[in-house]
């Protein structure tokens, strides 16, 4: 329904990507090589920690989301 | 490398074509440039230890506007490389010490890696979205449930009874028209993934983070050969034509971010779209 039907697939200009679905996969994707200095920080885990706090901020917004188009 | 300053990876790859990468810029505004690691390139940048070291990542990370800048700078990396050569994304926040470290790691997995260049080469990964349709409340008149117009006691009983008769009724109805849409994402999912070389499912989308109060049924992502997305595109259209108990939203196309082979990401099978199930 909607939105899907109106999408012209592929060669869109680098339009600006939403920045919850950015984040689902640069931190739940991506291959985890890990280095040393970010051992844990490239864990699932702690990035689970990292979004339970970022939800938070985000929640303290007063605009949830919009705020991301308007950089 | 020097003590303050470590080495920041955006993506490796088997060959960069001789592509000039210091045209892209980086996380903080660095230049990106090629480092050779066991015979693969990587293409890094070199981040000051102060911001993107261990306690400084682990600070940072919280702060949603430096996560978002840094995030941007990451993808902008990745999806400019990924036109000119094959590649696998790294994980966001990837730091190593050196070049030298960095082939040590990379070194161990390099027939791993490879292996996983080669079921992305050409190829592009779709994001599919499906929420549930907000379902037009079945509201009674608001009058019949005003106190104002409770004549007695008892008027104010009945109404408070059918008050709660029809909540339990539009409780139940919400209840089964999310059980539909699930049965609809599920379907769209194994639909999809049918025409797919791989898919993947995400953990649904918080709220609070997008912004959207729909109920996400599906958050899916779809690895398809680079000239697959207009046909792609319209298998999703009539995916969701066919289900208008779904609302379906399509992104991309997204370099390979779902398909990089770690944690068993491309071998799902599509049991649970909704990602109820306690594998997130």
């Given at each position: 329904m909607g939105l899907a039907r109106e999408l012209v697939p592929a060669e869109l200009p680098s339009q600006r990507v939403a920045l919850v679905d950015l984040l689902d996969r640069v931190l739940a994707g991506g291959v985890v090589v890990?280095?040393?200095?970010t051992l844990s920080v490239a864990d699932v885990d702690l990035v689970t920690i990292s979004l339970r706090a970022l939800i938070a901020?985000?929640?303290?917004?007063?605009?949830?989301?919009?705020?991301?188009e308007t950089r | 490398m020097s003590d303050d300053h470590g080495v920041w990876a955006y993506a490796i790859t088997a060959g960069n074509d001789g592509a000039d990468l210091s045209v892209l810029t980086g996380v903080a505004g660095a230049t990106v440039r090629a480092a050779r690691a066991a015979g693969l390139i990587v293409l890094v940048s070199d981040v000051d230890l102060a911001?993107?070291?261990?306690?400084?990542?682990?600070?940072?990370?919280?702060?949603?506007?430096?996560?978002?800048?840094?995030?941007?700078?990451?993808?902008?990396v990745i999806e400019d490389a990924s036109r000119l050569f094959p590649l696998l994304p790294t994980r966001l926040a990837t730091v190593y010490s050196?070049?030298?470290?960095?082939?040590?790691?990379?070194?161990?997995?390099?027939?791993?890696?490879?292996?996983?260049?080669?079921?992305?080469?050409?190829r592009v990964e779709w994001g599919v979205k499906a929420y549930a349709v907000p379902e037009a409340e079945p509201e009674a008149p608001v009058a019949a449930e005003s106190p104002a117009s409770a004549a007695s006691a008892g008027a104010a009983r009945g109404a408070g009874l059918a008050y709660l008769k029809r909540r339990r009724a539009q409780l139940s109805a919400?209840?089964?028209?999310?059980?539909?849409?699930l049965a609809a994402a599920r379907a769209v999912h194994a639909h999809l993934?049918?025409?797919?070389?791989?898919?993947?499912?995400?953990?649904?989308?918080?709220?609070?983070?997008?912004g959207d109060q729909r109920p996400m049924m599906l958050n899916a992502a779809y690895l398809l050969d680079a000239n697959q997305g207009t046909g792609f595109a319209a298998q999703v259209s009539a995916?969701?034509?066919?289900?208008?108990?779904?609302?379906?939203?399509?992104?991309?196309?997204?370099?390979?971010?779902?398909f990089t082979g770690d944690d068993g990401q491309a071998a799902d099978a599509g049991e649970d779209p909704a990602g109820t199930a306690q594998d997130a």
């Open positions: 890990t280095g040393e200095i901020s985000v929640s303290a917004l007063a605009g949830p989301a919009q705020e991301e | 911001e993107f070291g261990e306690a400084a990542l682990r600070r940072n990370l919280e702060d949603l506007d430096w996560l978002e800048g840094v995030a941007r700078a990451h993808h902008a050196s070049d030298e470290s960095m082939a040590a790691v990379l070194g161990a997995r390099r027939e791993e890696l490879l292996a996983a260049l080669e079921r992305v080469g050409g919400r209840t089964e028209s999310w059980r539909a849409a993934s049918a025409h797919a070389v791989l898919s993947r499912l995400h953990a649904p989308q918080s709220p609070q983070l997008s995916a969701a034509d066919a289900h208008p108990e779904l609302e379906v939203d399509l992104t991309g196309p997204w370099p390979p971010y779902s």
